[in-house]
């Protein structure tokens, strides 16, 4: 159990620190520091971590192996790539179900695992997961820092793609908060951002079955 | 090159299929995988169906039989040749097939069963095949069958390869192959074939090797091949070690007036000595290493992939080799090519038992496996 048997590959630094706490603190213990639950391994963008994917299910040393992967602008051919990255071991549903993806590889006796940010279905990234864990009482606040970010790209020239938005949102929030300016898996830590919200229970329990948690 | 080898009704192998196979192949795998069968399908394959090549492997492993009857006043040895087959079991529908493809697309193919013989037909086949070693494509076929009267079936060796006429060779009551009647079929072998053991090779029969070599180009790369192991080795020798002609190793070191025995240097020495011989031995065939690690230290394991693999291709020697030890598979990175994806010039292969399909690892993988912590064996 732990390192040597689950692994869970992340495309990015920041995913590598948030899911550890997002799962902490949504109540399953993550482990000391050389016994964790899981090894998490980043791999620096999508397709460095397909071609990861599909070499980690030759790991001898293995019986559980997660991905998690931002769906982006386009979750059908996000899904798509990462059925067809595996399919010489597995079948993998072409859609994945709103649960996530846990399915065995009967060949090499291994689960295997596929969450794709934010939900499964829709377009997004982690960040999108994260902005849904924003506590809701202070609508206003939310509303205003929406359009704060659209504003300041559409009309003063922040250099931000429209493509992360969601990123610059959450960035701007945080930096109204107090003590301004935390980092996202500090956030998490410090309850700014709540992982036991609904919207992320989903995914702690995708999380735990892949994982064979209790 | 082989390319991929398809192994059925072998050894531990109902099926076995290998891809992505290359001029130098590692095979992982737990103990009782099947590693070394695959190195003994490949010494057949190499020996073009030469059944020496069958009671080589069998004695090898001490898989003898029990000669009976007249063959036993030859003072002939036998070995068993049911252990080849899955489940140690022939019979009239039993055979084993090795099938290889090479790069070219070129295959080579055997099958070996063990036909009954026939009852009714029993003298005249006895005249023809028994008594009058005679050719068949271009070989000669073995002369002794011992008719058993007891119930026991007998049973013939039947050696063939599509487009070939079969061999046949005679085999005891008891499932018996006897040397002599391995050997009679006057093979040439269609390949040199070097393996080496896990208790590696006999001085007497390496001296043999190495004098071979001295004086030629091949001779500096060999002592090269052994600094890497003990730095301060200057040249080495045979020279007979006992009244009896058998040859061992002295080794001169650097700064030492007198010579020492290989011996006194340790595994690691001798075990490089014997891969850097059969390489050169194995020129154009091919190289077999029961667990090549044996005796190097680790710190030597990436040297030593480096020697072998800069040699085979120097000499167009295709090399298999086994392992358990992870130093061994990682130090496999220092010859390969983190860009290779698909079948390269290097490959490693787990083996795994009961499993149809061998796991190949790219080179890219191989080249990452510290990277990814992935564990190949």
């Known amino acids: ?214 | 090159m082989i390319r991929e080898l398809k192994i059925e009704n072998f050894r531990a192998f109902r099926e076995l299929h290998l891809t992505g196979l290359g001029r130098v192949n590692l095979l992982v795998g737990e103990n009782n995988s099947g590693k070394t069968s695959v190195l003994e399908a490949i010494a057949f394959l190499a020996s073009g169906g030469d059944p020496t090549a069958l009671y080589t492997s069998l004695s090898r492993r001490g898989e003898q039989a029990i000669v009976e009857g007249p063959a036993r006043e030859s003072g002939d040895d036998a070995v068993d040749v049911r252990h080849l087959f899955f489940g140690r079991r022939i019979g009239d529908d039993t055979a084993l097939r090795i099938h290889a493809l090479d790069a070219s697309g070129a295959t080579v193919d055997f099958h070996l069963s063990t036909p009954r013989v026939p009852d009714d037909g029993l003298p005249d086949w006895r005249d023809a095949i028994a008594q009058r070693p005679r050719r068949r494509a271009g070989r000669i076929v073995s002369r002794v069958i011992e008719i058993d009267r007891s119930d026991r079936v007998p049973r013939y060796l039947r050696i063939g390869s599509p487009g070939t006429e079969a061999i046949d060779v005679a085999l005891l009551p008891n499932g018996g192959l006897t040397s002599d009647n391995a050997t009679l079929t006057g093979f040439d072998l269609e390949k040199p074939v070097a393996f080496v053991t896990t208790s590696g090779i006999g001085d007497d029969e390496l001296a043999g090797f190495y004098e071979k070599i001295v004086v030629t180009s091949e001779e500096q790369n060999v002592v090269a091949a052994l600094k890497e192991v003990e730095s301060s080795i200057a040249r080495i020798a045979t020279r007979a070690v006992d009244p009896f002609d058998h040859r061992g190793f002295v080794v001169g070191l650097e700064g030492a007036s007198e010579p020492v025995p290989l011996g006194s240097l340790g595994d690691g020495v001798h075990r490089m000595l014997a891969i850097a011989l059969s390489l050169v031995t194995a020129r154009g065939g091919y190289l077999l290493v029961d667990e090549i690690d044996t005796g190097l230290h680790h710190t030597v394991m990436r040297k030593m992939w480096k020697l072998v693999y800069e040699t085979a291709k120097r000499l167009d020697v295709s090399v298999f080799a086994t392992t358990h030890s992870y130093d061994c598979v990682h130090a496999l990175a220092a010859i390969t090519r983190p860009d290779v994806r698909t079948a390269g010039d290097v490959s490693l292969i787990r083996v795994e038992r009961g499993k149809a399909e061998g796991i190949p690892f790219s080179e890219e993988e191989i080249s990452r496996l510290d990277e990814w912590q992935i564990e190949a064996r």
């Open chain 1, 1 to 214: 159990m732990g390192l040597r048997d689950n692994l869970l590959l992340v495309e990015g630094k920041d995913d590598q620190r948030i899911v550890p706490q997002l799962v902490e603190s949504a109540g399953v213990p993550w482990g000391p520091r050389g016994d964790e639950i899981v090894r998490i391994h980043e791999t620096d963008g999508y397709e460095k971590l397909a071609g990861q994917f599909k070499s980690q299910l030759k790991n001898a040393g293995l019986l559980r192996i997660g991905v998690v992967v931002d769906a982006n602008t386009d979750p059908a051919s996000r899904g798509r790539s990462l059925a067809a990255t595996v399919a010489a071991e597995c079948a993998l549903p072409q859609t994945p179900p709103p649960e996530g993806v846990v399915v065995p590889v009967t060949r090499s006796s291994k689960r295997l695992g596929v969450w794709m940010m934010p939900n499964n279905a829709s377009r997004g990234m982690m960040e999108t997961f994260l902005n849904a864990l924003r506590p809701a009482a202070n609508a206003s606040l939310l509303a205003h820092v929406e359009s704060a970010v659209d504003v300041a790209r559409q009309t003063h020239g922040a250099a931000f793609s429209a493509y992360h938005r969601d990123k610059a949102i959450i960035h701007t929030w945080l930096a109204w908060q107090d003590p301004p300016g935390r980092q996202l898996h500090d956030a998490i830590k410090q309850a700014m951002l709540n992982a036991s919200h609904p919207y992320a229970a989903p995914f702690i329990a995708w999380f735990k079955a892949l994982y064979e948690l209790p």
